[in-house]
């Protein structure tokens, strides 16, 4: 079975610190996403990657970036956090890139709370 | 742009029941539409796909239906159980099949009484 792992489950940080999300996967599997879900708007699309050091922007890229350094990880920064960014964050992963034959697989969630 | 409504925010059957799900689209038909579980404070979990030309795909008691007259998505329980309390998810491509184009619907919160 395919294991997502996000590092934290519940994190609390001040306005305008630097916060890491971490996510690793462990069955080489190509792709990987970050969402954010939030009540009433649904999971939404921050950042993918399809490949090592290379990344898109999702849906609502903005105060975000990524880092992915290694095949099996897939970092999500808020370089500056704001209230806003108060949310879930998701991390997912996928074979391929081809979604009508390679499905999502999801962690667990961060839940994230800036005070 | 592509829009996906899940109908229903919440869904209360009697356990024993069929529960049915409805996922609407607006513009042009995706590529395939998938199905995902979401259980409380976890991920959601994959459940099925059904590909544009497929009208149906079961999985144990699971159904899924695909209308792209309709442009709509119908998901089955049948003889639904109190495990099967959960949140709901379709997904479907904005175009292309890439799932950097995912989409997903808000999600309908079933919930199965004994």
């Known amino acids: 079975d395919v294991k997502v792992t996000q590092s934290s489950r519940y994190l609390v940080k001040r306005t305008g610190e630097k916060v890491f999300l971490e996510c690793v996967q462990d069955?080489?599997?190509?792709?990987m996403f970050w969402y954010r879900q939030d009540p009433g708007l649904g999971l939404r699309l921050i950042y993918f990657?399809?490949?090592?050091?290379?990344?898109e922007k999702g849906d609502i890229p903005e105060g975000y970036s990524v880092s992915r350094e290694k095949k099996e990880r897939f970092s999500l920064i808020l370089e500056s956090a704001s209230t806003n960014q108060t949310s879930m964050y998701l991390c997912?992963?996928?074979?391929f890139g081809d979604g009508a034959n390679s499905p999502l697989h999801f962690g667990n969630g961060t839940r994230l709370t800036v005070t | 742009s592509q829009k996906i409504e899940q109908n229903s925010e919440a869904l209360n059957i009697q356990e024993g029941k069929t529960a049915t799900l409805t996922c609407n689209y607006t513009?042009?038909?995706?590529?395939?539409l998938q199905w995902y579980r979401q259980d409380p404070g976890r991920g959601p979990v994959f459940l099925l796909l059904?590909?544009?030309?497929?009208k149906e795909k079961r999985k144990e008691r699971l159904k899924v239906t695909f209308d792209t007259t309709l442009k709509q998505s119908l998901f089955h329980i049948t003889a639904s159980q109190p495990a099967d309390s959960a949140t709901y998810l379709c997904?479907?491509?904005?175009?292309?099949?890439?799932?950097?184009?995912?989409?997903f619907g808000k999600g309908t919160k079933l919930s199965v009484k004994p």
């Open positions: 997912a992963s996928s074979l």
């Open positions: 069955m080489d599997h190509e792709n």
């Open positions: 990657s399809y490949d090592v050091k290379m990344k």
């Open positions: 513009n042009y038909s995706p590529a395939y």
């Open positions: 059904i590909r544009e030309n497929e």
């Open positions: 997904a479907l491509d904005h175009y292309g099949g890439s799932q950097g184009n995912l989409i």
